[in-house]
């Protein structure tokens, strides 16, 4: 079962602007969120939702670009270990 869902959410913090929205997503979806994520309210789920989203993406795109460029280090672990003896 699904409900539409009319608030003023999805706070973007970025430029402080508020964006009003009417979003239908399945009932239980949004109350395993909310149980998940300890939110008070729909709002704060959907706020705490995105940041995770934004926030893994994020890391996943930083991960790909060390996969594709790697780290390098002008000293093996056995030069840095005899240095911290």
């Known amino acids: 079962m699904t409900f539409t869902i009319t608030y ?6 970025l430029f402080l602007l508020k964006m009003k929205v009417t979003v239908v997503i399945p009932d239980e979806l949004v109350k395993e969120a909310q149980m998940l994520s300890n939110a ?3 709002t704060d789920t ?8 934004v ?12 996969k594709n460029n790697p780290l390098k ?3 093996s672990a056995q030069e840095i270990w005899e ?3």
């Open 8 to 13: 003023f959410i999805f706070v973007i913090y």
């Open 73 to 75: 280090f002008g000293s």
């Open 83 to 85: 240095l911290n003896r």
């Open 55 to 66: 926030s893994l993406q994020k890391l996943k795109a930083m991960s790909e670009e060390i």
């Open 46 to 53: 959907l706020i705490i939702a995105l940041n995770s989203y």
């Open 40 to 42: 008070k309210n729909i």
